[in-house]
């Protein structure tokens, strides 16, 4: 069905969304002193993800008849909120399936904008399966997440409107999950300008496109597992794996770290929220993925629907990665004096303790008068982390871990 795509398509989805998705501009960050980087925040559009372009468009594409059965859909949260905003607007009813894990934040907004929820036990595969029972059974019309030419057009726009912004843009740097996102903007800027490179990201607990792009044939996962909730899919879509394969010049993987260390940047450095799935392209090029030395590249972060809980393990993670939170366990013969001096070490090398937790040992492999304490504090960076372990260590400390 990839032949139905056009770049007329994709204007005409500009013009249709012209007055519902902002457009969101560019925004230039110093994530590499050696490369000129800019993100598109599409975690400031409404409903906080790229989601309701696809969405929207298709919606306002159906005919009178398929409007009056009502849409369904299914989602691992953002296309959720998409297609529940694009159905209210247009007077539409609206039922959509999601993953029983989905973060409660964004469950509850795709019931804010007026959809019926349904919660699927399982990952978005199993949310799209009951999606096409449910439409099957009551003749729901569906609107596909990715694999749908329309959708597809929508997302394309963003393609547009980098060009529009950054007419010598150099590379775009964009998450995958289905691919519904990728192969709207690939199709979109290799249309005008074939010079550009596009590259892809997923998580290494998600990596279906990126492990169908190996192979060059649609792979089917057995399972996956990443923070990055928006893009933990199984199988990329029959018309995404085709354009990704025609238009995308190289997929890669980050690790959880990298996706965490991304988020936190985004936060402390832009002042910008990303869930997982939406800083998979900074992470890529924080951690040295994709070569963009001396270019002028662009990073989308495709979505901010992030779980208030799940932010704060991301950072918590983040920080440890980054040498900004350390965890020390010691081992101490218990008297007057011990604690305090590795705290005055701590406190002489501008460490910041956050918790102690003072521990007597009963087991037979440690003094009669041996005690654990582990301490939390924040540091600055990794080469702090070694002087103060190092220090400890000259001054006789015991480090477990």
Do not use: W
């Amino acid at each position: 069905m990839t032949d139905k795509l056009t770049i007329e398509e994709v204007y005409k989805a500009k013009n249709v969304l012209k007055d519902v998705a902002r457009n969101t501009r560019l925004v230039p960050t110093k994530i590499c002193e050696d490369a000129e980087i800019y993100l598109k925040p599409e975690c400031l559009q409404h409903t906080g993800s790229f989601k309701l372009r696809g969405a929207y468009y298709k919606i306002s594409q159906l005919t009178p008849a398929e409007k009056e059965r009502g849409v369904i859909a299914c989602s691992a949260g953002n296309h959720a909120q998409g297609v529940a905003l694009g159905a209210t607007r247009n007077g539409i009813k609206s039922l959509i399936c999601l993953p029983a894990g989905a973060p409660i934040s964004k469950v509850e907004a795709t019931k804010s904008y007026g959809a019926e929820v349904c919660l699927v036990p399982g990952v978005y595969d199993d949310a799209y399966a009951k999606a096409i029972e449910l439409r099957d059974k009551h003749g729901y019309t569906f609107v596909h997440p990715f694999d749908d030419p329309l959708v597809i057009a929508g997302q394309g726009t963003i393609g547009l409107e980098i060009l529009e912004e950054m007419p010598d843009v150099e590379e775009i740097v964009v998450p995958i999950g289905g691919g519904g996102l990728i192969s709207g903007l690939a199709f979109a800027v290799k249309t005008l300008r074939p010079d550009v490179k596009i590259y892809g990201v997923q998580a290494e607990g998600a990596p279906s496109m990126a492990e169908s792009m190996k192979k060059h044939s649609k792979v089917h996962l057995d399972s996956v597992s990443t923070i990055a909730d928006g893009i933990a899919v199984k199988e990329p879509g029959v018309n995404t794996f085709d354009l990704v394969s025609r238009y995308v010049d190289e997929v890669v993987t980050v690790s959880e770290d990298e996706i965490a260390a991304a988020i936190l940047y985004l936060i402390e450095k832009q002042k910008l929220v990303s869930e997982g799935a939406g800083a998979v392209s900074v992470a890529a090029v924080m951690a040295g993925k994709i070569p963009v030395k001396g270019k002028k590249v662009v990073c989308l972060v495709s979505g901010g629907n992030i779980d208030v809980n799940t932010l704060n393990r991301v950072i918590t993670r983040g920080l440890t990665v980054g040498g900004r939170l350390l965890n020390l366990t010691i081992d101490l013969a218990d008297k007057p004096g011990q604690l305090s001096g590795v705290c005055n070490i701590i406190a002489e090398l501008g460490g910041n303790v956050v918790s102690i937790n003072h521990e007597r040992i009963g087991d037979t492999n440690h003094g009669i008068n041996d005690c654990i304490i582990r301490v939390e504090l924040e540091t600055r960076n990794h080469e702090h982390i070694k002087q103060i372990k190092q220090t400890l260590f000259e001054k006789g400390y015991k480090i477990l871990a």
